[in-house]
């Protein structure tokens, strides 16, 4: 039986409560109703906005990637068993399966870093409307209707929240909630801590808004510095795919040529003899190929420092393998 199913039953059946349990059940039942219509709130929104909850949640592409991903993956091995062509029906059921999680988390990625960007201007802002005398409800109605880029949306919702009641500090700490990225809710932190200890709400506004930049300064300077081990995962890359295709398209020949002399003659070694050119040549694509995917996925941790930041990179890194290796060699 449901959660409100046994509450609305209590409240309706003859059994004397007090007024205590009472409103324990009545607080119980609105909660009930209230995660419920949070639930159909969430599925209403992604009928309206699919893409918008696809950036906000890139885990959820899978839902769409994976049963596309199985489908190519079946008829491919149903149209290619016992042929080399195998190898392809693989990699492009990996890109397909990876794709649209890539580019939903690079979305992602972007925009929370450019609602980081303004976020220090925002703070600063408030805090002069607040130390001009406007209370802070007030102040946020007045920022909201200005420019802040990506986190224009973000303070109107803000505005909207402390318009119905809600408090200046559990606005910010449902904004922290929404983009829980560590500067901001570092920066929420600092002030829900400060404002409740009393403090003066403007000079910590201040504070939090040149923490919140000193950061992001960091931060900038740092994908500055490692952008250059970026560029070395690359270099390192085709270096490695120079190398393989050299080994391709000289020592397998050769191996190839000597096979057959061996064959012939009936000299030589049963490896000799039974080599396969084709085989290791395969195998070098392969080796060329997850050495493409683990690269990127290096280079993204690198980077960015963070591994789902790499998926672009795989993709990159997998279709110049492959194309190298198909048209190529």
């Known amino acids: 039986m449901k959660i409100k199913d046994f509450i ?33 709130l969430a599925v209403k929104e992604f009928l309206k ?27 491919g091995m149903r149209m290619t068993w016992g042929t080399p062509l195998i190898d392809d029906v693989i990699i492009f059921t990996v890109l397909i399966i990876i794709t649209p999680p890539a580019i939903a988390f690079h979305k992602k990625f972007t925009n929370i870093d ?47 929240s402390m318009s119905w009641g809600i408090s200046f500090e559990q606005t910010l700490s449902n904004f922290a909630k929404r983009v829980p990225t560590p500067v901001i809710v570092r920066s929420v932190s600092l002030i829900n801590q400060a404002s409740r200890a009393g403090g003066r709400v403007s000079s910590v506004l201040e504070a939090a808004a040149r ?9 900038r300077e740092r994908r500055g510095n ?23 398209s000289t020592f397998v020949p050769t191996m190839a040529e000597a096979a057959k002399a061996a064959q012939a003659s009936g000299a030589g070694s049963s490896f000799i003899r039974s080599f396969d050119p ?10 060329a190929v997850i050495q493409g995917f683990m690269s990127g996925l290096v280079a993204g941790q690198m980077g960015e420092g963070a591994v789902t930041q790499g998926l672009k990179h795989s993709i990159i890194l997998t279709m110049i393998a492959w194309v190298i290796f198909t048209f190529f060699i």
């Not at 039953?9 to 607080?27: A, I, W």
């Not at 923490?211 to 931060?219: F, G, N, P, S």
């Not at 490692?226 to 391709?248: D, G, Q």
Request: glycine share 4%; proline share 3%; aromatic share 10%.
């Open 8 to 40: 609305t039953k209590d409240l309706t059946s003859d059994v004397s409560l007090t007024e205590e349990e009472l409103c324990r059940l009545e607080d119980g039942l609105i909660g009930s109703r209230m995660e419920d219509a949070k639930k159909n």
């Open 278 to 287: 084709a085989q290791y040549t395969r195998l070098m694509m392969h080796a």
């Open 114 to 160: 450019k609602v980081e960007e303004y976020l220090p201007t925002f703070l600063r802002d408030i805090s002069e409307l607040s130390r001009a005398g406007l209370t802070l409800s007030r102040s946020v109605g007045t920022v909201a209707k200005g420019e802040y880029g990506a986190m224009t949306k973000e303070v109107q919702q803000m505005d909207s």
């Open 211 to 219: 923490d919140a930049r000193e950061v992001k300064l960091l931060e």
């Open 49 to 75: 906005r699919p893409g918008s909850t696809f950036y906000e949640h890139p885990e959820y592409t899978l839902v769409i990637s994976l049963p596309v991903a199985l489908i190519v993956f079946i008829f």
């Open 226 to 248: 490692m952008l250059m081990y970026v560029v070395i995962t690359y270099i390192s890359f085709f270096v490695f795919i120079f190398v393989i295709a050299m080994l391709t």
